[in-house]
C-alpha cells in the first residue's frame, strides 16, 4: 500500500515502513461473522513512531481450515 494510487499500486498507506502492506485477510470461516471484522482488525492494528518507523507492526495469523 502506497500512499497515494497509480496504476500498478493501491493508495491510501504512507510511504514510510510502518502501515501493513496488506489489502485484505481472512479471519474466520468466511461466513461473515462480526467475529471475523474484529479479527481482521485485531491482525491489521499497527502503531507507528513519530519518525513514522513501526512501532507495533501488523501480525497476521494463520489461516486455518
Do not use: W
Not at 510502518?18 to 467475529?35: E, F, Q, R, T, Y
Not at 502503531?47 to 507495533?56: L, S, T
Request: one cysteine or more; glycine letters at 16%.
Amino acid at each position: 500500500m502506497n500512499e497515494y494510487e497509480g496504476q500498478h499500486r493501491f493508495g491510501g498507506g504512507n510511504d514510510a515502513e510502518c502501515d501493513p502492506h496488506v489489502i485484505d485477510v481472512l479471519a474466520g470461516k468466511g461466513i461473515g461473522d462480526p467475529s471475523e471484522i474484529e479479527g481482521q482488525r485485531k491482525m491489521l492494528s499497527y502503531e507507528c513512531g513519530p519518525d513514522g518507523a513501526a512501532k507495533k507492526m501488523a501480525t497476521l495469523g494463520m489461516v486455518r481450515k
